[in-house]
């Protein structure tokens, strides 16, 4: 059941380019920006599973960027859950929701029907726009305080 495919390299540069130009609409220039050390490893894999076309896992490793992110360098809070860390911010409740829904299996809840295991590329492929925002949310936070 091998279905990974490895893009080909015009493929992994657009998504690099897009990365890029992303994560700079959200950075000022004349900015410097706490750290958090897990989140930079993070968001490091974050891009990588982007370019490999690795929707689910961006989603996932999204979620964990922001929750890095907000813990050491916003708020200090390495105790709340991410229910609590992520407030009525609408954008990372949305996050929250969408990994929990990729990492806990339940009876009532599926990312893919069984019948439509045959067209797991096309399933897999819809998830993109997903990706995208959920990187467009991890640079945002990572991006949103700037301090000197």
């Known amino acids: ?28 220039p004349l900015a410097s920006y706490l750290l958090s050390p897990q989140g930079v490893y993070l ?23 922001a929750d890095a ?11 709340s859950n991410s229910f609590q860390l992520f407030g009525e911010d609408e954008d990372l409740q949305w996050l929250r929701k969408r990994r929990n829904q990729m990492v806990h299996v339940r009876e009532d809840q599926s990312l893919i029907d069984d019948g439509e295991l045959h067209k797991i590329e096309e399933n897999f492929e ?5 990706a995208e925002r959920a990187v467009r949310i991890a640079f945002k936070v990572m991006y949103d305080n700037p301090g000197t």
Do not use: N
Not at 13 to 19: D, G, I, M, P
Not at 69 to 79: C, I, M, P, S, T
């Open 1 to 28: 059941m091998a279905y990974a495919e490895i893009p080909d390299i015009q493929t992994w540069k657009a998504r690099e380019k897009w990365l890029q130009e992303v994560e700079e609409s959200y950075q000022h």
């Open 43 to 65: 968001s490091r894999d974050m891009d990588l599973a982007f370019c490999a076309g690795a929707w689910v896992a961006v989603i996932i490793i999204a979620h964990a960027v």
């Open 69 to 79: 992110w907000l813990r050491d360098a916003e708020l200090g809070d390495y105790k």
């Open 126 to 130: 819809s998830l993109e726009p997903e």
